[in-house]
Each structure stands twice: as C-alpha cells, then as structure tokens.
Nanobody, 119 residues
C-alpha cells in the first residue's frame, strides 16, 4: 500500500487547513487510516484515525478542532484542521493499518506533509 499525503503549508494562528491522503495498492480500501504528527524534537503522536466501518477516534487535545473523514471508496482520508495554533506545527503523516481493541496499529506510512502555524 502506498500513501500520498498533501495539503500542508504555512498558515497563521487561527486559520484552517485540510490535509488529504490517498492510498493505492492491493486491498488499500481494507485498512483503517489515520493521521500522526511529529513536532521538532518530539516523538510521533496520534492525531486521529478512522476504521473501515467509519468509527473515529480523535486525540483529546485536538477534539473539536480536528476532524477526520474518509471518502466512500475508503481510499482517501482527510484531516480538517481549524483554529490552528503554533503548537500544531509539525510534520503530519498519514498511515494505514488495523484497529484492535480501539487502538490503531499503522502498517504503512505516507511521506509526511509539513504544517507550519505562525503566531
């Protein structure tokens, strides 16, 4: 499975941004998909994921500002980000994987897209 992320950029605090990720390859539409981010000097953290059944999870600190959605073909996933803050600055990665017991285990990664929020 190959993942191609896009939509990052430089925005100002309070702005909105929509990230997109398209999966291709065999059985790409059978995987859960999600978003992680990695800020400079920090580890990679989960942002949100969506299962193949449409169940979603959003990390608590981002609930209400970030929303994950998926297309009907289940090969693209989107992250709508609003009220962006400088601390949201990070490289955002999309991933495809499995969900067990409410936890998302990524197996495939996209290349990352940079989001920079200026204050």
């Amino acid at each position: 499975v190959q993942l191609q992320a896009s939509g990052g950029g430089l925005v100002q605090s309070g702005d909105s941004l929509r990230l997109s990720c398209t999966a291709s390859g065999r059985a790409a539409n059978t995987f859960a998909m999600g978003w992680f981010r990695q800020a400079p000097g920090s580890g990679r953290e989960l942002v949100a994921f969506m299962s193949t059944t449409g169940a979603t999870f959003h990390t608590e600190s981002m609930q209400g500002r970030f929303t994950i959605t998926r297309d009907n073909a289940k090969t693209s996933v989107f992250l709508q980000m609003s009220s962006l803050k400088s601390e949201d600055t990070a490289v955002y990665y999309c991933a495809a994987g499995d969900v067990f017991g409410g936890s998302f285990t990524p197996h495939y990664w996209g290349q990352g897209t940079q989001v920079t929020v200026s204050s």
